[in-house]
């Protein structure tokens, strides 16, 4: 049996050179007002100091820079808010459009042989090939998650997808599927559960339900309930009807580290 799929790849256009140096200033003043703050912050809310004289320095030296450039630059504000804003955004829509119509593929394919081994397979655009052979009896399940598709010079999210991929034994994950609608994602992932003969799981969810991901169950409901495990905010829960499916996320109170 060989199940196969073609999944999209984002490659950067060839404008994105020019835009390096604007990226590189971004992510500079980013990070650098990004520490600023957490120092700041940190002396405000729980005394802590740095004990480097030099260094605190240096820092008072590019807060002052900052200041004087931000006080300079002031009168220039709306065009430069103007010019980022229609940049950013173009560079969005043509990665967009990249993705969706110029698509390179990356070919990823599972082959099971009679004799019970598993060969799995991934060749990207730039033809490098990554390939794994393992037992069936090695595999866990099979997971679906979300992930955001980054393109472009600043590498925004462009699209969401859904991706499919069998789970080891050693924790290992394959990619096999990605999918734009979770629909589309679940029939993939049940179709190899069911050839499997395995569990299908969201990753990062959690719930009394078949779908939820074994690894934040064993965390949200230890065998000793003791503790009531920590949540990420965006933990996908799921629930089945009759009908239909409902996947949502949600944070609420229980979200919190809380001891019982």
């Known amino acids: ?57 240096i820092l008072f030296v590019i807060f002052c820079l900052l200041s004087i450039a931000t006080y300079r630059l002031e009168k220039y504000q709306s065009a430069i808010v103007l010019f980022s804003a229609v940049l950013w955004y173009l560079d969005r829509l043509f990665a967009k459009q990249q993705y ?64 499919v991929s069998i789970t080891l034994k050693d924790e290992g994950n394959l990619l096999i599927y990605e999918e734009a609608s979770v629909v589309d994602a679940i029939a993939r992932g049940r179709e190899l559960a069911n050839y499997f003969k395995v569990s299908i799981a969201f990753l990062s969810s959690e719930g009394r339900t078949n779908y939820s991901d074994p690894a934040t169950e064993s965390i949200v409901n230890p065998p000793n309930r003791l503790i009531r495990g920590i949540i990420s905010s965006n933990a996908i829960r799921v629930s089945k009807t009759a009908h239909r499916w409902h996947i949502f996320s949600r944070w609420t109170f229980n979200d919190s580290p809380i001891q019982e």
Not at 2 to 31: D, N, R
Not at 45 to 50: A, C, R
């Open 100 to 163: 969706f119509y110029h698509k390179k593929q990356t070919n990823a394919s599972v082959i099971d042989s009679k004799d019970g081994w598993v060969s799995w397979k991934i060749v990207t655009p730039k033809k490098e090939t990554r390939q794994l052979r393992f037992h069936l009896n090695n595999i866990s399940h099979i997971a679906i998650k979300s992930a955001y598709i980054l393109g472009g010079a600043f590498e925004e999210p462009v699209a969401m997808g859904w991706q």
């Open 1 to 57: 049996m060989k199940f196969q799929s073609q999944i999209s790849s984002q490659s950067k256009g060839f404008y994105t050179i020019f835009l390096l140096p604007i990226v590189w200033l971004k992510k500079a003043l980013e990070a650098i007002m990004k520490y600023l703050s957490q120092l700041i912050w940190a002396e405000l809310i729980s005394g802590e100091q740095v004990d480097n004289g030099i260094f605190n320095l």
